[in-house]
Nanobody, 117 residues
Framework: QVQLVESGGGLVQAGGSLRLSCAAS????????FDWYRQAPGKQRDLVAS???????NYADSVKGRFTISRNSAKDTVYLQMDSLKPEDTAVYYC???????????WGEGTQVTVSS
């Protein structure tokens, strides 16, 4: 059974940093692709950053140069380092996985990030 558990959210002032973690279980971590999405109140869920099984990364224009996605296969964990945070980064952040052999997708329950001005 695939399970994704996010942690690391919280309240931070503008200009601050947070690191989100997504602990994955139930599948071959190294073979799967992962993403971070976010959803602000009243808005759609948007892709923030992606990392492939080979480590290739992509970012939304709004977070380029401020956020970094990474993965640690020894810990079966994906990270999102968020620097220079802005109030508009406030949202629930979700971890998302695409399983390598059948392309099934899975979501974590989300972690709240609030950036105060």
């Amino acid at each position: 059974q695939v399970q994704l558990v996010e942690s690391g959210g919280g309240l931070v002032q503008a200009g601050g940093s947070l690191r989100l973690s997504c602990a994955a279980s139930g599948s071959a971590f190294a073979l799967n692709a992962f993403d971070w999405y976010r959803q602000a109140p009243g808005k759609q869920r948007d892709l923030v950053a992606s990392i492939s099984d080979g480590g290739t990364t992509n970012y939304a224009d709004s977070v380029k140069g401020r956020f970094t996605i990474s993965r640690n296969s020894a810990k079966d964990t994906v990270y999102l380092q968020m620097d220079s945070l802005k109030p508009e980064d406030t949202a629930v952040y979700y971890c998302h996985m695409t399983r390598w052999f059948d392309r099934n997708t899975y979501w974590g329950e989300g972690t709240q990030v609030t950036v105060s001005s």
